[in-house]
């Protein structure tokens, strides 16, 4: 993605007037992706109607067992950066009313988040359940399964086919301002 953006400086992010204020986030993983220490490359991004606002991509510091796991710690993630863009929104005097849309092509983490009995299973992220789980319960966040195949979040954090990357590339909101209408 790096190397996409430093060769195309004429690219932006355009939020139309006409933009419908929901924000929805894309969370993912690279469950053990790095081929030498096995750690897993988790990442997110957030959109304010249909144009990217922002993302984040990270090497987790520890080894994990299980994905589900790693995919619930983006889950957690996601839902404290939709939150923040929640509070911004609201002091620059925007309210936003409507439940945040948190996309995870996982189905065990949507599970574990809808799933408000913990086991000895989730012990080890049990305050993130907690804190998923909760906003669900007072509606704050909707959580929802996406197929891996559309999920936006996997341009931060896999390495895609031509095909699959241009075809994420094309629903990000990016556009060229340079380029003659």
Known sequence: MVCYLKGTPGQGILVPRSTTLILRGWCDLDWAGCPLTRRSLVGW??????????????????????????????????????????????????????????????????????????????????????FVCDEIMIGNIQP??????????DIFTKALGRTQYETLLSKLGIQDFCAPT
């Open 144 to 153: 929802s399964y996406v197929p891996t195949r559309s999920q936006l979040a």
């Open 45 to 130: 991004f957030i959109q304010l109607g249909s144009s990217h606002n922002s993302c984040k991509i990270k090497k987790q510091h520890v080894v994990s067992r299980s994905s589900a796991e790693v995919e619930y710690r983006s889950m957690a993630a996601t839902t404290c950066e939709l939150k923040w863009h929640k509070a911004v929104l609201a002091c620059i005097g925007v309210p936003h009313h409507h439940s945040m849309k948190l996309h995870c092509d996982s189905q065990a983490a949507l599970h574990i988040a809808r799933n408000p009995v913990f086991h000895e299973h989730t012990k080890h992220i049990q305050v993130d359940c907690h």
